[in-house]
């Protein structure tokens, strides 16, 4: 059994690095001229990534994925303060923050997450 106040998710198990990003307020125009939410770096980790699964459905004749994964981080100053209106980057894709649990007896935060893939094949 671990000593009190040692982290139960070893350093090893952090194998992915995860950016997350909140939305600043402002808005810019897409290659469409629609108005998007403007996305900044908060913080950058080293994470635990899983999957979880996934689905596809056909919508407007167009195949759309979904996938879900939890992100396991170390908690501390910065990870407390990661909400569902942030997002995930992770290996140049974005993936959208559905809930966010802190878990203080293991010291970290898990971030269950939701990725739709337009055009999936």
Do not use: C
């Not at 909400?83 to 559905?98: A, S």
């Not at 970290?108 to 739709?116: A, G, K, L, N, S």
């Amino acid at each position: 059994m671990p000593q009190p106040g040692t982290p139960l998710l070893g350093s090893g198990r952090l194998s992915r690095r995860v950016v997350v990003e909140r939305d600043t307020g402002a808005t810019t125009p897409d290659s469409y001229g629609n108005l998007v939410p403007d996305y900044q770096p908060f913080i950058t980790r080293w994470a635990r990534v899983e999957y979880l699964g996934g689905s596809e459905q056909v919508v407007n004749n167009q195949v759309v994925a979904e996938r879900k994964h939890k992100i396991t981080l170390h908690d501390d100053a910065y990870t407390r303060q990661i909400t569902p209106e942030m997002r995930i980057r992770l290996d140049g894709r974005t993936l959208n923050i559905v809930a966010v649990d802190r878990i203080p007896e293991q010291q970290t935060v898990v971030i269950h997450t939701r990725e739709i893939v337009q055009g999936a094949n």
